[in-house]
């Protein structure tokens, strides 16, 4: 069934923006076990003997190179597992995956957060099949980073010290034109974070 679309957290969300992301996970590829082969060849004679010693040699090559691929696929790190579009609103975001669907985060539900990179927001949070740790690569991610601090985490070190801040960002969220959400004590930096 198709939802409808922007969705909203409260009846006075406002969307503000939206483009593209690749959303990472970490985790392991695998768990580490792998298929053994111990199959068994035996052949007699001068060649028999040279072909089983072949055989052999050749599972034991798969069955390390197996082992070394097994070992590792068991390592954590971080793999794409979506893409899409994402909308940022006043009270959270929306990824809207290529393959359909619709992943709704209002701001409280991010336990924590914070820029890994340009472009680059490094969060973990509680979903409804429980805690997720995960990247969100998007031109987006200093906003939804920002909302996410003012609303929740004001005195968050990178938000606090405006260290984070990549150049030319205020001026890309002033030619927006947005009126952005403030709280009486976050006034004075969002005035010094946007000039």
Known sequence: MPTAFPPR?????????????VLSD????GDGSYEHDG?????????????TAGAMAGRA????ARRNQAAQDAQGRW??????????????????PD??????????????AQMAG?????????SDRGPITWIIQSGWAELIFTLWARLVHPQHQQYATGAWVPPGWADRIRAMRVAMPTRLSDESRLRQILG
């Open 9 to 21: 957290f409260a009846p006075d969300e406002r969307v503000y923006t939206g483009g593209r992301f």
């Open 26 to 29: 970490y985790g392991a590829l």
């Open 39 to 51: 199959g068994f060849f035996f052949a007699t004679g001068t060649l028999g003997l040279a072909l």
């Open 61 to 64: 090559i798969g069955n390390n």
């Open 79 to 96: 793999k794409v597992i979506d893409q899409g579009q994402i909308f940022v609103g006043t009270h959270g975001f929306y990824l809207v």
């Open 99 to 112: 393959t359909g669907g619709l992943l709704s985060w209002g701001y409280g539900h991010l336990t924590s």
């Open 118 to 126: 340009l472009g680059t927001l490094w969060m973990t949070g509680s």
